[in-house]
């Protein structure tokens, strides 16, 4: 391979300036800075992925491909300079030029090419997956505008388009020489044995590569991303009429395919784009694997030796009927052959429970965009049916398809994200497929990548941490273990609590700067931060704090301990409930900051606008981690496990793996409360739950009155009438149910956060707890379990 010696960061940044970007020094704007240094990295990243490529190729190593509709990977300049162990050199570097490293890097705007955990986890593994060293591609489609930009206007959320690519972006790599042709519609042509399929539309997928590199650099693997283009871009003939809009059309139509992220989260659409979309991913990502495969190996029994692709979630599942079709009417193996191969090569992740997420697609639908594939599934339907005579549920009941079934018939394994939740697959969703293949469900507990989530957005912890056991931790983060014996020494909790006071002291700074919000960082600050949505309870929390701030008018002298809450999360905007919490939050907090009585004790704010930047400013600064959804609901959670890990106990449920968490870090560290799963379905059961929880509760029943009669939206007393009548009704997400312990909870939180030594002890100790949420180890998990595949890594 080419060799060529690496110039130092500070001429990279100079040359990149000059000749890629065609500026001096005195002439660079801040993005031309950003560019050049994000070039300068960009090239080192580079040589360590042209040598994973090669290694790959030369072993004949088994490849994981990781198909997901979402990547929510943030920014990545800091990813790569953190990995490649550059911090100190690129400060010092554009120190030189008069520049500040920080401000550089927050000009790269968000890739938010995701809702929230599902895609997060996606960018969690991929970068995982270069640390560990497991030759992987993940494929995901080049969304034009990622997760809209929140605002809000007088309390409510306004969502505007997203336009990540409206600046340069430093890390992708256009290849206009990798395109296929992806068909939709048309018809189905049978003769005898022979069945074709003749798409009535076609568009082009192109690819855009992005490499991502692992800790240290000794592994980069590449995320693809797939673009809609037209065939034939130009309709030259409308042009010369004169109708310039029709000759327009085709791109425009093509395009659409890959313009915008769906922006719901754990809630299905339903829409014929999504369908589209996902199907275009899906062939594109097979055709480039099959392609890459057959250069390589060739014989296509071979398959699932060699290949091994993680659906995540349904959006994928597709993959399972496709690739029987390549297989069987392309390739013309058997048709059971072709099962057999597309089940030892696919694999599923489920990722939620709740009914409204479960994809299923209509056949009038799914048959006119995709129609041979309606009868593949109903092909895969019947041989599944005669094998397992036993079987009850079919996948194509009620002139639907349903997603989640076919995946799982078409997985050699399936797996769930917690211990929790893959015990509830079992017993509820999945229980007739896992009674009929008792082995093939299989637990992966999540996990978070400790590079971003500790190294690079928590440098003044990752530095004690450094300092007092050595740097093994970052790619071994069960290691963080041995910080347990300092936790006894008074002199380093000491500085383990100043860590977190000055985390707490530069956020407030920012916020003050951002916001013009004036917080103390004296004070608990109590953290609650993910998408909106009922089960995951804001709204649990926001009643508890006007309860509270009830509490603390009627006795302002009781000594009670301050406590800041924070709020983030963007609601779906079809979704009226979660909008109506984010107001209310954003509404009670207008009253209660200004209550001079209670605002040195209690003090609310709705940050807009959440994404993976402000996670990472939020989660080193924190206090209180609020894990509050509704036992059952919350497949497994990843922001909890980022809070545990920077040192902020969590006030939770026994849901998804805070249940883990509980047991790692000891449930003396943990703040417990609430109705387990089972209590849950059994109090779903009881008549008025509701009712009888606030009857039995005055400081529920008086918080609830207050939100009623208007108390917080005095220009319209009934804007919450209707949030109100859920809860005292329906409420099937058991706020009412749960509320009273979780009031108790908190008090015990406020009694702990006075004791500054104990709970510095306790924050200490979630964090030398935590090592095994690294997703490095989730990684593994998959990798022994579910794909067979090696570490490439001496
Ligand atoms: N999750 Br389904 C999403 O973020 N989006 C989805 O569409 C679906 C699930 C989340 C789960 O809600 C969360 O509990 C989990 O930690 C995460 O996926 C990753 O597994």
Redesign the pocket.
């Known amino acids: 391979m080419l060799q060529l010696s690496t110039p130092s960061l500070r001429d990279a940044i100079l040359r990149h300036l000059t000749y890629s970007f065609g500026k001096d020094p005195e002439h660079a704007i801040l993005e031309d800075w950003r560019m050049a240094l994000s070039y300068a990295v960009r090239d080192r990243i580079v040589d360590a992925w042209f040598k994973a490529t090669e290694k790959t190729y030369e072993t004949g190593a088994k490849r994981v491909y990781y198909l997901s509709m979402e990547f929510l990977i943030g920014r990545l300049l800091e990813d790569g300079i953190v990995n490649l162990e550059l911090v100190e050199e690129a400060k010092a570097a554009l120190s030189e030029f008069d520049k500040d490293y920080h401000e550089v890097l927050s000009d790269e705007p968000d890739a938010a090419l995701g ?5 997060r ?1 996606a960018a969690c593994f991929l970068e995982s997956l270069s640390t560990v060293g497991c030759p992987a591609h993940g494929y995901g489609i080049r969304y034009e505008h990622g997760l809209f930009r929140q605002s809000f206007v007088d309390g409510r959320q306004v969502e505007q388009p997203e336009t990540w690519l409206g600046q340069r972006h430093a890390w992708e790599f256009e290849r206009p020489e990798v395109r296929y042709r992806i068909g939709f519609g048309g018809h189905v042509d049978m003769r005898g044995e022979t069945v074709r399929w003749y798409p009535g539309e076609e568009v082009e997928a192109e690819a855009f590569d992005t490499p991502v590199v692992g800790f240290r650099g000794r592994w980069a693997n590449t995320l693809r991303l797939w673009s809609g283009r037209a065939i034939h871009p130009f309709d030259l003939d409308a042009f010369n009429h004169g109708d310039y809009a029709r000759a327009a059309a085709p791109e425009a139509l093509a395009r659409t395919i890959s313009r915008v992220l769906y922006p719901d ?2 809630t299905e659409q339903g829409k014929e784009l999504r369908l589209k979309q996902e199907y275009f991913l899906t062939a594109a990502a097979l055709r480039d694997i099959l392609r890459r495969f057959n250069n390589q190996f060739g014989d296509l029994r071979k398959l699932p030796d060699k290949v091994a692709i993680q659906l995540n ?1 349904t959006h994928p599942a597709i993959a399972g009927p496709e690739l029987v079709r390549i297989l069987h009417d392309e390739r013309g193996l058997p048709f059971e052959d072709a099962m057999e191969i597309a089940r030892g090569t696919l694999s599923y992740t489920n ?2 429970l709740m009914p409204e ?1 479960l994809e299923s697609w209509g056949e009038d639908l799914f048959g006119r965009l995709l129609p041979r594939h309606l009868q593949l599934v109903d092909q895969i339907d019947n041989a599944h049916a005669t094998q397992n005579p036993s079987r009850t549920q079919s996948m194509r009941a009620d002139h639907q398809v349903k997603m989640g079934q076919l995946s799982f018939v078409m997985a050699h394994h399936v797996n769930g ?1 917690s211990a929790l939740h893959t015990d509830l697959m079992k017993t509820t969703v999945f229980s007739e497929l896992h009674r009929l293949h008792p082995d093939r469900i299989v637990n992966e507990t ?1 996990g978070v990548t400790p590079r971003r989530w500790l190294l690079a957005c928590n440098p003044a912890l990752a530095g004690l941490i450094t300092d007092s056991i050595g740097d093994g931790w970052i790619d071994d983060l069960e290691q963080l273990q041995k910080l347990e014996p300092f936790i006894e020494d008074s002199g380093w909790i000491d500085r383990y609590w100043n860590v977190k006071k000055s985390n707490k002291i530069e956020l407030s700074n920012w916020m003050g700067q951002t916001y013009g919000l004036h917080t103390d960082p004296e004070m608990l600050f109590d953290i609650q931060i993910k ?1 909106m949505h009922e089960y995951k309870r804001q709204h649990l929390n926001i009643i508890e704090a006007i309860a509270h701030w009830q509490e603390i008018r009627e006795n302002p002298d009781a000594g009670w301990t301050p406590r800041l809450k924070l709020f983030a999360g963007k609601a779906a905007p079809g979704y009226f409930f979660a909008k109506d919490i984010i107001r209310l939050i954003n509404d009670a907090a207008v009253v209660i900051n200004n209550d001079p009585v209670t605002n040195k004790y209690l003090k609310i704010a709705f940050l807009p606008n959440y994404n993976v930047s402000l996670a990472e400013r939020l989660v080193p600064a924190a206090d209180l981690s609020e894990q509050i959804s509704t036992a059952g609901k ?5 922001g909890n496990m980022k809070f545990a890990l920077n040192g902020a106990p969590t006030v939770g449920t026994l849901d ?1 793996a805070n249940v883990e968490i509980r047991d790692h870090v000891g449930p003396e560290n943990f703040f417990l409360f609430g109705m387990t799963a089972e209590e849950v379905m059994e109090r779903r059961t009881v008549e008025n739950h509701a009712r009888r929880a606030i009857d039995a509760d005055p400081r529920l029943a008086s918080a609830l009155k207050l939100i009623r009669e208007g108390r917080f939206s005095p220009s319209e007393p009934d804007r919450y009438a209707g949030v109100v009548d859920n809860l005292e009704g329906p409420d099937f997400f058991l706020v009412c149910s749960d509320f009273t312990d979780y009031w108790r909870a908190q008090r015990e939180v406020d009694t702990a956060f006075a004791d500054r030594t104990g709970w510095a002890r306790m924050a200490a100790l979630n964090t030398a707890r935590s090592g095994w949420f690294s997703s490095d180890r989730t990684i593994r998990g998959y990798m022994a379990d579910i794909w067979k595949a090696q570490s490439l890594l001496p």
């Open positions: 809702n929230g955990g599902l895609g986890l989260d754990t979630d990722h939620t997420a994200v999540n998408r919350e497949a497994s959670g990843t998804g």
